[in-house]
């Protein structure tokens, strides 16, 4: 009978072990998503605080085009009052296109485009971009390993018991999935 408890204690014990193990892993990999969505949150608002700037450089060159600069405003308005991936990718898509109507309206404007000011917002906004994109991948990477974790066995029972849910993925709008047309 000591031994059938030994054996029995040490069973305890090794499942014990394997649940906290399993249980740290989860929550290192929930925090590993927390923090990427904070890494994505930290480059929309550098996008997000160049915008204003960018404005006022084409308005200083191109003031009459009022609803080109009104757009850009309230679609920065827009991505700053979203708060969820799907809520987020439709108002940055939104924002984008706000602004290559604005690089667009640039292109009317030689001496807008030969403005230092403007390049150096231009070129500070492509980094921006370069960086955003890097944050989204790097989100849906940790989406998907914190996925395969909480729906994969053991550790799914594990992730049920203890209120794991799901993340949603940062995915593009529909409409940017479809092939790209170019005309000439």
Do not use: C
């Not at 305890?12 to 994505?40: C, D």
């Not at 209120?163 to 949603?168: I, L, N, S, W």
């Amino acid at each position: 009978m000591i031994v059938f408890g030994g054996v029995f204690a040490v069973l305890v014990l090794l499942a014990a072990l394997l649940f906290i193990s399993i249980y740290n892993g989860l929550v290192h990999k929930r925090n590993a998503v927390e923090n990427a969505w904070a890494q994505v949150d930290v480059q929309l608002k550098r996008r997000h605080d160049l915008v204003p700037n960018l404005v006022e450089v084409v308005r200083g060159y191109a003031g009459h085009e009022r609803q080109t600069l009104t757009a850009v405003t309230a679609a920065r308005a827009q991505a700053l009052g979203a708060h969820t991936p799907a809520e987020m990718a439709g108002a940055e898509n939104a924002l984008t296109g706000a602004l290559k109507t604005l690089f667009a309206v640039a292109e009317s404007y030689p001496n807008l485009k030969a403005s230092q000011n403007f390049a150096e917002l231009q070129e500070e906004l492509a980094t921006t971009e370069n960086r955003i994109a890097y944050s989204r991948q790097y989100y849906n990477d940790a989406v998907l390993t914190y996925s395969n974790a909480i729906q994969t066995v053991p550790a799914n029972f594990i992730a049920g018991m203890s209120g794991f849910t799901p993340r949603e993925y940062f995915q593009a709008p529909g409409e940017e999935r479809g092939p790209v047309q170019v005309r000439f």
